[in-house]
């Protein structure tokens, strides 16, 4: 069945620093870390050694990510927040490449940019706005050779 074995490390101040547990050597299920100062860092799922589930990752500036991997690739639904709340990132990955739409967010909720994927590689048109909602540049791609780009004044 294998061997489980629960591990807890700490920070010099006494704070938890990261908490989990391995299977047969390799990390397996929920781990958890933290900052110095005792702020959540981390909450992720592993399996045989590699991230498999949804990863959350606090950044030290308030953003926040939330990401799904399968088998150790990036698989599936990756979602940014600004530290304010509202998105700021959101796309798919397939088999750990970019893959299908992404978008982007200014703080204010408007639209920052659009840009697509297909297989890891920059395919499709790409369009930006500044944060009054009014595009400011345009780029097409295939297959991840640039067609077209112009900036707007």
């Not at 989990?20 to 100062?37: P, Y």
């Not at 399968?70 to 600004?82: A, F, P, T, Y």
Request: glycine content about 16%; aromatic content about 12%; hydrophobic content about 25%.
């Amino acid at each position: 069945m294998g061997s489980k074995d629960s591990r807890r490390t700490k920070w010099p101040n006494g704070k938890v620093k990261e908490t989990g547990s391995l299977k047969d050597g390799k990390r397996a299920g929920v781990w958890k870390t933290w900052r110095e100062n005792g702020d959540k860092r981390q909450e992720c799922r592993y399996l045989g050694g590699k991230l498999d589930g949804l990863e959350t990752f606090w950044y030290a500036t308030g953003w926040k990510r939330q990401t799904n991997w399968k088998q150790g690739k990036k698989n599936g639904l990756e979602i940014v927040w600004h530290e304010n709340g509202p998105k700021k990132e959101e796309g798919r990955y397939k088999n750990g490449q970019q893959d299908g739409l992404w978008e982007s967010w200014h703080r204010n909720g408007q639209m920052r940019w659009v840009h697509k994927y297909m297989n890891g590689q920059m395919h499709g048109e790409w369009i930006w706005w500044n944060g009054k909602g009014t595009v400011t540049g345009t780029q097409s791609w295939q297959e991840g050779e640039i067609v077209d780009s112009s900036l707007l004044p």
